[in-house]
Structures are given as C-alpha cells and as structure tokens.
C-alpha cells in the first residue's frame, strides 16, 4: 500500500481514536447515517445465507448490523491497521470470528483478492479517496444485488468545510486529504455500470443511497 493517501488513512484513523469508535458505538450504537444505511440494507432484503463486502469498514458496524440479521459472511477491507485490529478484537468478542473476515490496504489494488459478494457498503469512503471511479468500479463488479453508500453533499459549503479539514491535515503533517465529488458524476457513473438507483435519502451532511443491480 504505497500510496500517500493510504498512508495518510492509517495516521489519521490510528488506535486511539478506533479505541474511541468502538466504545461510542457500545453505548450509542451506530452512528445516524450508518444507522440508516443499516436499516435501508434490512427492510429491502433477505440476509439469510447472504454476503456483504464492507469497504472502509472502520470497527464494523455495518458488519454486526448484517451479521444479527442472519447474514453469513462480511469481508472488511479498511486502509487502517487500526481500526482492523479493533474491528477484529470486537468480531470475536461477539462470536463472529469465523464470519466476518479481514483485508488491509487499498481496494483498488486488493480488489482481485476479493470474492463476489450479494452486498457492498461503503460508509463516509468516497470522500476518502482520490480517484472515485477506479473505486466504485472495483467495488460494483464484485456486487451482485445491491449496493448502499454515504458520501458528504456537494456544492460550494462542502468544499469550504474540506479546505479547512485539509488545512488542518497540513499543519499537523498529516498525508490524507478529504476529497468532494460531485453527486451527480457519481450516480451518472453507477448507472452507466447497470444499476438502478431505488433509494436515497439525505441526512445532513450526507446523501445516502442504494443501488440495485439491473436484472
């Protein structure tokens, strides 16, 4: 994983604040974006004996989401060392250690390691990389039914509220950049990889939506 960007995702996402994720996430359960994704994720399909690729899953909560609900297998693939290590510790805590399996680094690079799942996820991910499209095209061919996805609102205040955030990355050395794409680029380009978007929502500052594979 050479890239600066990645790098840059495994400083920023270190142990103390995975450590800090995961006890939130025990008292207060997901986040309200995640949340909502997970509940979009449940009333629209059957899990039993399903699959689900969680890209950047940070401590997993989409994951044990999916798993309570009868799913059989997650594979997360996360650029920080840290939140994996966390995501594990707290997979076999639950019981889920033999379910839910683990690969670190870029997506991009390991997607030809990775088997073609029912599901894929990508919460808050898009705005973590550079180049969206090399993203979302690795991730939709290894989809079969659906995927769901959060990523920040565009226009001129999103761009402002990145600036700083990358200013502020600056100043303390370090390499990661948050990245504002357009909203209407990215779902043209889901659409032209035959899929249908058949939901979505907007929980601000995010747009949360779900796109299911055309038959």
């Known amino acids: 994983m050479a890239c600066n960007h990645c790098c840059g995702a495994d400083q920023l996402f270190d142990l103390k604040n995975a450590r800090k994720s995961l006890k939130r996430y025990k008292k207060k359960g997901p986040g309200a974006i995640t949340k909502k994704l997970i509940q979009y994720l449940l009333d629209f399909n059957q899990l039993e004996g399903k699959t689900l690729l969680d890209i950047g899953g940070g401590i997993g909560a989409i994951q044990w989401g999916f798993l309570k609900s009868g799913g059989n297998r997650t594979i997360d693939v996360d650029a920080s060392n840290s939140y994996q290590l966390?995501?594990?510790?707290?997979?076999?805590?639950?019981?889920?250690?033999?379910?839910?399996?683990?690969?670190?680094?870029?997506?991009?690079?390991?997607?030809?390691?990775?088997?073609?799942?029912?599901?894929?996820?990508?919460?808050?991910?898009?705005?973590c990389y550079p180049d969206?499209?090399?993203?979302?095209?690795?991730?939709?061919?290894?989809?079969?039914t659906q995927i769901l996805?959060?990523?920040?609102?565009?226009?001129?205040?999103?761009?402002?509220?990145?600036?700083?955030?990358?200013?502020?990355?600056?100043?303390?050395?370090?390499?990661?950049?948050?990245?504002?794409?357009?909203?209407?680029?990215?779902?043209?380009?889901?659409?032209?990889?035959?899929?249908?978007?058949?939901?979505?929502?907007?929980?601000?500052?995010?747009?949360?939506?779900?796109?299911?594979?055309?038959?």
């Not at 805590?93 to 399996?101: K, M």
């Not at 997607?111 to 799942?117: K, W």
């Not at 969206?132 to 079969?144: F, G, R, T």
């Open 86 to 127: 966390v995501a594990k510790e707290y997979s076999e805590e639950l019981g889920y250690d033999h379910s839910a399996s683990f690969v670190f680094g870029d997506f991009v690079e390991s997607a030809h390691e990775i088997p073609y799942v029912d599901f894929v996820t990508m919460d808050k991910v898009l705005c």
């Open 149 to 215: 996805i959060t990523y920040p609102l565009g226009g001129s205040i999103a761009r402002f509220i990145a600036a700083i955030e990358n200013l502020y990355f600056r100043i303390r050395k370090i390499e990661f950049v948050t990245y504002i794409h357009s909203p209407k680029e990215i779902e043209n380009f889901i659409k032209s990889q035959g899929f249908e978007l058949t939901k979505k929502s907007i929980s601000f500052p995010w747009h949360l939506q779900v796109y299911t594979k055309s038959s």
């Open 132 to 144: 969206y499209e090399s993203l979302l095209s690795e991730a939709l061919k290894k989809c079969k």
